[in-house]
Structures are given as C-alpha cells and as structure tokens.
C-alpha cells in the first residue's frame, strides 16, 4: 500500500473516530501519531530524490509529499480540527502531546499550503499563542511553532516587536546549536585545524564557548521519538530557527543584533564544520544569502574571506544551489564586484566554474540565480573575459533551444508553461547583455587601435575593473564599430553567436514570446536588443532577409526576420519592445554608405569589401522597404501614445527614415506622401507631445531638417516659417521633375577658351579636331570682362547686344540681392570663371554636392570622397539657376551657359469655365471645349454630386413572418430588371417596367444558402456571379461563388420562361470574383492566403494560380481586378501579368484596408490614397480624399464612386470574424471624383443609413444601394435592409415640392413649345426640383462630354468607350395611372 493510501486510510479512521461517541481512548494521539509518521516517511523519499530545493510550485512537483500533503488539505474538517480544537480549543488545552502533534503535523503541511492567506484567515488567538510558544523554552512546542511562524511573511510589519523577541532569541539558540555542533566536530576530528586558522575565527571562542549546548534529548520526556518522530530533532530545530531567521534576514531593522551578534563569523564557521551532504549546510548557506543583501554584510563577507570558503567546498547540488544565490546577491553590490576583478581575480575561476556547472545541472533554480548573477556580471570586463575562457556562451544556448524546443509544443499546464517562458527570457537576457558588454568593449578596442596608428605605437592591453556603463554608453558604441569597422571584421564573440546558430535560436524564441507573451516576462525586448548587436556587421545584416519556417506565422507563412522587427515596431502598448525595434531598424538603415565616396587610391580588396557593404545597405534598404517599413516609420511618426514615450518612439522613428531615404526609390515615394508634402511634419516640430520630453523632442526636430533636406534640399533653419519652407519644397519639388538639357558644344567652347587661357594650344586644337568644335563667330568677336570681384583675363563671350542689356540689368540686380554677391552669373564671367562659378554655384543642402569652391577643394584631399564629374557639376549648376526662378515650370527649353535662365512669369488664366452651368452650356454652343477650361470637371461636378432618392424596394410586407429573417445583402441593375442578393443565400431578379412598379419576377437559391455579399455582372451582360461567405474559420471562412448565366427577356433561349438566370458553376474558397473587361470568358477570384486564380468561366476550371510572394501586404479588404485590357492583374498590391509565373512589382503598404485598381488611363494604378505609376512604379501622388476607399467606376469610366470601409476598431470588435473578408459593410456615405489624371473630388452624399453595396446601372443614370435599417454594425447581416434607388443629377425635394414644380413646369413647357418647337418636351424632366436646369441640358452636357472626349481619344479608346453611356432615363407621368413608373430608354 502506498502512502497516499494510507493517508486517506488514517482520514478516513480519523473522521469514523471524530464521530463515535464515545471517543476511544487513545483519540486522538494513536491516527495524529500516524498521520505525522507518514509525513515524515514521505519527506525521506522526497529528499533522496534530490530535487530543487527551491521548487515553490508544488502543484507540478510530482513526489510523494506534495501529493500526501495535497490529500490532507484537501480535508478541511481535519484541518480546521487541528487548528480550533487540537491547538486553541479549551478540551485539549491541557493535553500536551495533542497539541505536539498537532504543531508537529501543521508545521510540515505549512510548506504546501498558502500561509499569507492561512495567517490572515486564522484567528489572533492562533498566532498569539505560536509567538508564546517560541518565546517559551516548551520543546518541541517552541521548535514547531519557529517553523510555522517562518512562513508568516505577512507578520512581520503586524508583530514587529515580537519578532525582535524572537530573533534575539533565537540568535542566541543558534550559538548554542553551533557550539553543540562544534563540540560533535571537534571530538571526531581532534586533529583538524581548520577551526582557528581562518580569519573568520579569530573571535569565534569569545561569542560560542560561553553559550551553553543545548539540552540532551533523554532529559525532556516529550522529545520521545514516538511524539517528535525518528527523525534527527536535532536537526529540525537548527532548520527552524534558521527558516525563521531566514524570512527576516533582508529586513534592515534586524541586521543591528545580527552584526552585535557576530552572525557572520558564527555561520562561516558552521559552514567550515558542517558536512557537504548534511541538509543544514543548505539552510545555512540560505540564510547567509539573505544576509548578504546588506551592503555592511556583504564587504564583511569578503573580509572574511566568505566566498574563498565557499569555493573550497566540495560539489553538491544542493548546496551548489544555494551558493548560487550568494552570487545573486554579491553582484548587486559595485564595491564587491570591483575588488572581486581587482584583489581577487582568483576567486573569478572557480566562481564562473560552479556558474557553469550549474547551468548544465538539473535544479532550475540554480540555473536562474546563475543566469540573473552572469546577466549582471556582464558589466564587468573580467566577468566576461573569464566566462569566454571557459567556453560558456555555447551552454547558454544549450539551455536557450532547451526552453525553445519546449515551447514549440508547450504543456497542458500553465505554471510549465511560465517556468519555461522565464528560462527563455532569463537566458535571452544574459546573452543580450554579454553582447552589450563586448559591444562597449570593441568600440573602446577600436578607438584604442586608431588613436595609436597616427603616432604609429600598437595599441596596450585594456582592463577595467569598473562596471561598464552599458546603458549610457551602447548606442554610442555600435554606432563607431559601424563607421570604423571593415567589413570583413573578425569580431569573435559575434562570430561566435553565428557559428552556435544563436541569430535563428532568437529569432525562434521571438516567435514563441510573440505567442505566449505576458506583460512581466515577455522576452521580446531582450531578443530585439540581442539581434541588434548581432548585425552591427553589414556581413551579417542579411540574415535578417531570410525566411523563417521554424515557428509559422497564423495564417502559415513564414516570416522574415525584417519583417517581424517591423511588426514589432508597431506593436503599440508595449514600449519595450518598440524601442528595442526601432533600435535595430537604425542600425541596419542608417550604417556607413559609401557608394558616393570612391578613392582612386584603394586597392582593389578594398574596392570589394567597401562596394560589399554598400550591397548589403541596397539590399536592406529594398527588404524593409518590400516589408512595408515605410508605412510602420510614417504611422510611428503620428503616434501619440503612450503620452510618455511618444516624443521618444517619433525621435527613432525619424532618424531611421533619414537613413532610408538615402535609398533613391524611398526618397522619391517618402517626397510625394500627404505627411511630408503637406507641411503635416512640420507642424509636428512645433512642440513635444509632454512637455518634460523638450531634450527628446530638440532631437526630433534636428532628425526632421535633416529628413526635409534631404526629401526636398530645403534647408530648414530653425528661424524659418512653415509657409516659407513649404514654397521652398513646393519649388524644389518643381525643379526636381524639371529634365535638365543643354548644348555640350557650349561646355567644349568653354573648355577650349580655357586651355587657350592656360597656354596649351595644342591640346585645345586637338579638343577642336576631336569633337569637329565649331567655334562661333560672336564667341571670338565680343570679349567681355568679368566683374572685379574675381581675377580678370583674356576670354571669349557671347557679345552684349541691346536686346540683351535688360537681361544683364536683371542678372546683376539678382546678383546684387543675393545671398552670395561675389558670385556672377556666367554670362558676365570669364570661362575659367565660368568653370569656377559652376562649381560654386552647386548648393550642398539641396542637391548633396558642396556650395564653395573652397569647400569642394577641402572635400578633395579626403582620401574618401568622390569628385563630381563634370556633368554633374553642369547639372547642378542649371538646377540652381532654375532654382532662382520666381516662378519654375516643371517643361522648359533648353540651358544654355552663355545666357541666364529664366522661367516666364506666370499669366492669367484664359477661357476659364463659367461657374453657371447654363452659361457653361451656352459656351459650348459656340464651339468652346466643354464651355472653357476646367468646363469637364464642373459639369461632372454638377451631375455627380446631385442624388435623389427614387424609389425604396422592401420585403414583402404581406408575408411578413416568411420574410422576417430575410434582408437584401447586394443588388445591381442591368436592362429592365434589378437583382438583389440576400442574407439566406437567395437572388431575387425584380421588374421595373410593369405595375406594380417592382415585383419579384425570379427568387433562386445559392449552392451554400450563405449571404450573397456581391453581384458582378459582365461587359456583356450575359453572365453574372454571386460571392457569398459562410461561417468558418476565423483566418479561412467558407467562402464561395456561383456563375449564373443571363438570358436575354423574349429570346428563344428564355422562350416562355420568366426566369433569367442559369446556373453555371459554383466555386469554392473564393472571397471574390469579378469578369475580365473584354470578354467573358475570363473570372478573377480572388482567394484567402492573399492568391488569386483565373477561371474560365465556361467551364469552371482554374486556369492559372498567381501566388503573392512572401511578405504580402495582406489587405483586409483585399480584391483582385483587372486592368482595362485583361492583361495585367493587381492582387494584394502585387501587379501580375497573368501569363508569366513571376509577380512584376509589389506596391508599398500604406494603408490596412484598400488593395487597390487601376485607373482608366491605363498608366495608373490607385492604392487608397497613392496614384503609382505602372511604367515606372514611382509614387505620382498623394490625394487624401480618397483615404480609406473602395473605389467602384461608372460605365462609361469617367467617374469614381467611393465607399468609406468602416474603422478598424469597428472591424475587430463589432463585426463577426466570417464577414472580415468581405467588401462590405461601409460607411454612410459615398463620394464621387473624377476619374482622369487629377482624381479631383466632385462631392459627397449622405444617405443616413449604412451602406452594405452599391452599384449603377448600364447609362449611369440610376445608382441602387442596400442600405442596412440597423446602426449596429454587428446586426448588418441579420437586421432589416432596403434596396434604395437614387436618380443621378438630380437633388433631393419633398414630394410636396415636386407636384407645385411639376405644374408650374408644365406651363413653362408649353410655353418653350411655342417658342422653339425644335425641343422634345419628353427630353425635359417634369421634377426638376431646383428650377435651375432641366434635365435635358444633364443629357447634352453628358453627351456632348463624352463626344468631346471621343475627338479628343484616339480610336482605341473610342472602341473601348460605350457611346451610348449618355444618361437617357426619364420619368414618364402616365395619365391613367396614379403611379409614376422609371423606365430606361
């Protein structure tokens, strides 16, 4: 029989017993003797296991006594008994061996039990009398007591003085203890002299020799083993007190009878006389590291020579385990650890030694007091030299997979699965701040090394006893090893880190901290820093471009390592590990490039390593910027919270898009987004976000100049107004796109002119032989002298000429105010001059070349730096003079050296539209190109921002209980008819042209009954296809389509039938499908995973598959489309041209929401709010407008209707995880642009309700919503919906309103009639509700609009243009109907 039966056993006859009346005789001392023997029997078996003494969570500790005293506790009958009754109750009050057992049972169940809790339930009665029993001299009462009140910790601020009792009491005993144990020592070892040698024992005999030894056990009759147990009382006594000692050791009130007492040299001496394997040398060595959180204790300690003792004795675990925590609490103390390097680097061996030992061994709390003890020994050069001596990074990273490899499949239980998260960070941590320390280390190396090679002395051997300053010091010192250090630098400690596989451990352990994150031991920030000090090399910085498959990512791709930085960056709540982020993005952007500085001197191995570094700086610049970095520094810029560190993530956030923008394709997309074009950044430079962050924020701001010039070579001087620069970048920006051209034969005369100057005519003869130099007549005829400013010669000009002098007035004028008045215009200068006033002119701040002569002839003795060519120096020069220009225009003619530049001033607008659309429309009677300029854009303006509610489709309202559930989810029109898609999965096709005016004529179910969340009609308008979305799995749900055949109305493939739709296919896992513009024989669904595939529709089956590469940009509302000519498909933001295997560009992310389409100009391509060129994939512009978007094109594609997604925040909390993926729901409005180049909003239209779909029909004349009866976005799918039709052009009226006009327009008509009869009344609307225009001026101006732009088009893109987009829908008044009935024409 086990012990745990038997414990239940001896319960059970407790509880029998406890019942039966009378009580036995021997109640209750024969089952409490039992119970405490089996205790006793289990503790034994414990303690030959060995296990950690330090193992605080019983719960997972599988062993015998933490099952045997769950059992008992598990009795709260019983345990309430020993406490009420057996110790404090008045029946047993005089019964001494009961309450022996009692104590003696409670004090061993007291270690598997919540004591805080257990002494603040318990009565005062109870605590009162365990303080009287261990002031009293009542063994084994007292000894029992001492143990149970060790676990008290919340006793000691309500019993303060009691406990002062108590250990000066129990100090006492100790001596006591020590000199019984001194005596047993000395009789078995009569020979030894280690007691008297040591320096901690020189005044031993006079605290020990006059303490009495303890009484013998045979003098106390209650110390009968059949009462205490057979186990050594003796030594329970001593772990008592020493337990009791030990709760209060780090309380600095008791340390004054601790140091009176000479404790120390009391327990060094126990120590040197205590058997290894004796249980109380680890209680002793306990106490002592408790103690030593004393700064007076810890420097008597090493007085002493404690830890020389310490050292000396033989290996145990245990023991080993509690020396372990002397080292924790040494590191703490400076002065310790700086005479530990100093006096007693001997003593470092066997300490790194028993450290390592510890870490390979199987106690857990060893090998974190260890680890905390190395993680702050880091800060000390011997530490570290000591701990690579003895190879002990590779068994850091033996424990580091250990816990990784766990945690790959983590436990059932939660307090495994803490032990295991804390190993990981605990180690993550040690190793990040070895790296720091070595990082100090190197950089103070480096510096060494290149001071002495200036006096030609090598550099001396380095120690410092004193603790690194990591914190104050690391930034400062990775970024020297950057820009001192070559790139194929041997490193060794990083070498060594790469070599052991540690760059992907922690990017392992990144990924399991990232699943099993906690706020307290998250290990995210560790691995971050960690990783930064790993690629402080460039050679080792593309590692963090490769994929990492070792723990997926949710929805089952791999990362990069880049990529999770970045995620780790916008990880808002968690400071840590966004500063940490950020950090690594520094280093890796903003190192050392040199691609510009090219010395002629180098030799061909440094030719290579320096152009090795560039391409790793490339290649890191191109995988932050395919990883959406742009978007996650941009996002961090604007951030605002927390309130405290927000000045501090902007500041790092800056300085690393100012070395990304050294990168030409980040500069030129970074120049075009809203933030920086529109001022927005300046105005963050205004003030900190807490005004306690003012020396955070003057930071920001330096890094936010610096970012401005080198975006739009302003230089933004403290002094400047925001106004004043912003005309600066709005210039720069002009003079930036403007194509520099010039005559070289202008650059050859000027060469030729100054070797003649410099008397080689042979080599100028030679120039003109070569390159057939023609040199011009007025060049030899007209010299001109320069201005006195610069030494005066001989030369050539082009000749001063009446036309011309007002030209040179102005030059000199120019000069005479400018900021630099001893620089000419080359027109006025000699050639020699000319060369020298090109080279002058090139301004450093805004085109990175230097903006003195005297400057660029400095620049050329360093032997790093790179002459400009002198193209380039022409280049920049014209730039320059261009930028002087009041007024510069983006096409100009071309340059010339000879005569000064100037842009025209600009001239007032010519045949501006008028504002009035009638007088518009009379404009263009005259043959004026939509009534003058701008005329297109206002007559769109005027059409398109105009809605008027026509016509409300409901549920049948007759069956209301078979309708109830049931609610319009997505519509569209096309001919007579209006098809509707609702939540059950049914289409419902409605007729307009018959009373009543809507009727459903065809209700068809769906394959899956799930919510029709879209219908696509084709080009044709012979197919259509139904998207719907079911319920699954959050990442997949079950998704689906159908294609649905559309018969014609009276064809004779609809013969008699009433129905229109066919069913075709159904297909699968697909979030949306839409038709190929073209023709119909082409799908495009779009697929979870961020794939699409094309299907022929005729068949259904897939035709090709265009898997996103890894690091897609992962849109929420993600849809495929094609472009205009069915060749080329955007998806994710990855453009495709679907007949090759390879993506052709992935567009940058900017946003979370919109994937974007393609313009109908066939160049363009619009992501929420960026246009991006399709021939070159460079940003053209930003139009905010069209934030947050999903763009929808009329018929005819000349406008824009856009709907606003709701807001993320809705998007999480409000809308169930299966309709995620879906187009819908929007907001309640809708806005509409004009779809050429400029994108230019034409208004905004509020329907009051939320949008669930929109769509127009085939003449752009009727536009139909769903529009959801619910303001909670969670019921849009179950709530009520309507299909709402709005009439286009037209503005709202109430229904009163439109019979008064109706009338009153009707007598208007007749008079037009007699007028002019060349007008058709039916062409005017009898409800025009503003009285302005009728709707027949709507109908010419479209038409005329879109006659215009077919003149304008060439003939493909007549062909491609529906002329009959016109808007020809009237409202016909039926004389024997009281119903006013839409019909389109």
Known sequence: MGLIDKANDLLARWEKENRTLPLPDDYPNNVLMCI?????????????????????????????????????????????????????GSRYANDEKVKILAARIMSSAMNGINANAYFKEVEEEMIELLYRWALADREPLTSYAVEMLSYGETLCSRYHQNNMEVVSLLLHKLKGIYASAKSEYLAAHPTSLSIGSAPWSEDTQDGTETVSSSPDIADNPLLDPALVGRRNFEEFKCQAVLHFLLSLGEYQEFLGLIMKNSILKLLLNYISITDINSPIIF?????????????????????????????DLPYNQRASTGISTCFYALVFHSTVMERLCSYNRHLIAPMMTTCLRLLKGRHESGRSHVTLFLTFGFHYQTIIEEFDKQCGLPIFFKVLRGAVDALKNPPVNEVEVFLLRQKMKHTCNAVRQYLAGHTI???????????????????????????????????????????????????????????????????????????????????????????????ILPRYQL?????????????????????????????????????AALSLIVVVVCGPYRASNLNLSMTPSQHSRKNSADDVMHKMWSAIRTNNGIKVLMSLLLTKTPVNHADELRMAACKALNGLCRSRGVRQIASKLHLMSSGQLLALMREPILPENVETHSKFCTYTRSLLEVLFGVSTDKAASEPSLMNKMTKVDIVSKTPITFNKDEIYNL??????????????????????????????????????????????????????????????????????????????????????????????????????????????????????????????FMREQHMMCEHPMSIVPKFSLFQEHRCPDPQPQLYEAPVNVVARHQQRQYGVPYGGRNGRYRDYKYIFSKFKPYYTLRMDSRNAEEWEHVNYTSCLTFSDYIVAGCNTGQIKVYKMTEHPPYYCMQTTESAECEPITSLVLSQSSKMMVSNSTGEGDIDRPNNSCTIWGVRSPGSSEAGNSRDLLEHRHALQGVDHAVFSYLSDDKLLCTMPEHKSSIVDCYTGKTVTVLANPPGSNGYYKNHAVFNFTDDLVLNDGVLWDYRTPNAIHKFDKFNNFVSGVFAPSGIDIIINTEVWDMRTFKLLNTINSLDNCLLKYNHSKDVMYGLSHVKQEILDHEISPSYKHVLGPFESTFKTFAADGGYQSLGTFDVGKQIVDLNFCRRDKLLVTVESTNEEFTQLWSGGSVVKLYLVGRSKASREDDEEEEDEEDDDDDEDDDDDDSVDNSEFDDDDDDGSISEDVIDRISDSSMSQDDDDDDDDENSARDPQSALNFSVVSDSDDDHTQGRIV
């Open 283 to 311: 209680d002793i060595i306990r106490y002592l590291s408790a103690l030593l959180c004393h700064k007076k204790f810890a420097s008597d300690f090493m007085n002493y020579e404690g830890l020389q003792l310490l050292m």
């Open 36 to 88: 405490a023997d089996v205790i006793d029997e289990a503790k034994d078996e414990v303690q030959k296991l060995g296990l950690d003494p330090y193992d605080d969570f019983k719960d997972i500790t599988e062993n015998v006594e933490s099952d045997l005293i769950k059992c008992i506790l598990d009795n709260e009958e019983f345990l309430e008994t020993l406490t009420s009754t057996y110790l404090t």
């Open 441 to 535: 280390l190197y950089a103070e190396h480096l510096r060494r090394v290149k001071d002495h090679q200036g006096v030609g002395m090598s550099p001396q051997i380095y120690t410092n006893h004193k603790a690194l300053e990591i914190e104050d010091n690391i930034k400062t010192a990775y970024e020297y090893i950057q820009s001192n250090a070559d790139f194929d630098t041997l490193w060794k400690p990083i070498d060594d880190v790469h070599s052991l596989g540690g760059f992907e451990t922690f990017i392992q352990a990144f990924f399991l901290s990232e699943t099993f994150r906690s706020t307290r031991y998250d290990a995210s920030p560790c691995i971050i820093t960690a990783l930064t000090f790993l690629t």
């Open 751 to 876: 060469l030729h002119s100054s070797l003649l100057e410099c008397g080689l005519k042979s080599t100028a003869n030679a120039l003109v032989d070569e390159v057939k130099l023609k040199l011009g007549k007025d060049l030899a005829l007209y010299p001109v002298k320069s201005e006195p400013l610069l030494p005066s010669t001989t030369h050539l000009m082009s000749p001063i000429t009446p036309c011309k002098k007002l030209v040179i007035r102005n030059a000199r004028s120019r000069v005479a105010s400018s900021s630099e008045p001893d620089i000419l215009p080359s027109s006025l200068q000699s050639p020699t001059a000319a060369l020298r006033s090109i080279c002058s002119k090139v301004p450093q701040k805004l085109f990175g070349v230097k903006d003195h002569l005297e400057a660029l002839e400095a620049r050329t003795t360093n032997h790093m730096y790179h002459p400009p060519s002198l193209n380039d120096l022409v280049y920049n």
């Open 543 to 579: 590692k963090l471009t490769e994929q990492y498959p070792f723990y997926p990512a949710p929805n089952g791709d791999s990362h990069t390592g880049i990529k999770m930085i970045l995620l780790a960056a916008e990880s808002f709540g968690n400071i840590d590990l966004q500063r």
